[in-house]
């Protein structure tokens, strides 16, 4: 069965440009999570969705990041006015629920921002 | 959120078993251990999971210490793909965020 994917698979935007970077997670999953990962890092959680319902958005940055899930399967991560700090791979996660007994997550490919 | 403490490295030979060691000391009574990997350029992966027994899957087996306070995640026949860096985590199992470290970077060497 399909994974989860995320698309494109590399941008690279000029200083000040606006990105959007999309996830599509497994069919049925109820949870996404988005996470930024530093060249050499581990990822770092940016916020998380219970269906169309943004419950965490503890990590980002800045008021230039925003995700949306209006319809509880697809979501968009946007970055405004993109800063060079800004460059890093964008992962995307799902996961069955939120209860129960397991917690794996999982991954897509992750999309690689590099901001010039 | 408890914390975790691996080594930055390290190198295993081809065939043999791979010992990751964490070490997680303020874990606590209801969080699990959760080992993931991440090999270059894809996301990370689910391994193995545990609270207090050692538990085994087709990819790994976990160890974890009586007192909790550190586990080990066991690769039994360590191949070249299973190259790639290896993040221990605790969290409550609710479905929430993880919380990644640095990992251990592990290097499987013909």
């Known amino acids: 069965g399909a994974g989860v994917s995320q698309s494109p698979r590399y941008k690279v935007a000029k200083r000040g440009q606006d990105v959007a970077l999309r996830c599509d997670p497994i069919s049925g999953h109820v949870s996404l999570f988005w996470y930024q990962q530093a060249l050499g890092q581990g990822p770092e959680f940016l916020t998380y969705?219970?269906?169309?319902?943004?419950?965490?958005k503890s990590g980002l940055p800045s008021d230039r990041f925003f995700a949306e899930r209006p319809e509880g399967s697809v979501s968009t991560l946007k970055i405004q006015r993109t800063q060079q700090e800004d460059s890093a791979v964008y992962l995307c996660a799902s996961s069955v629920s939120t209860s129960g007994l397991y917690n794996e997550q999982f991954f897509g490919p992750g999309t690689r921002l590099t901001v010039l | 959120d408890a914390k975790t403490t691996q080594p930055t490295s390290m190198d295993c030979a081809e065939g043999r078993a791979a010992n990751l060691p964490c070490n997680h000391s303020t874990i606590s009574g209801n969080e699990y251990v959760y080992w993931y990997r991440q090999i270059h350029s894809q996301g990370p992966q689910y391994i193995i999971h545990?609270?207090?027994n050692n538990e085994t899957n087709e990819m790994a087996s976990l160890i974890i210490t009586e007192d909790r306070k550190s586990s080990t995640l066991i690769l039994p026949h360590a191949t070249l793909r299973d190259t790639a860096v290896y993040y221990c985590i605790v969290s409550p199992n609710q479905g929430g965020k993880l919380i990644f470290g640095q990992g251990t970077e592990l290097s499987v060497k013909p």
């Open positions: 545990g609270l207090k």
């Open positions: 969705f219970q269906n169309e319902a943004q419950l965490d």
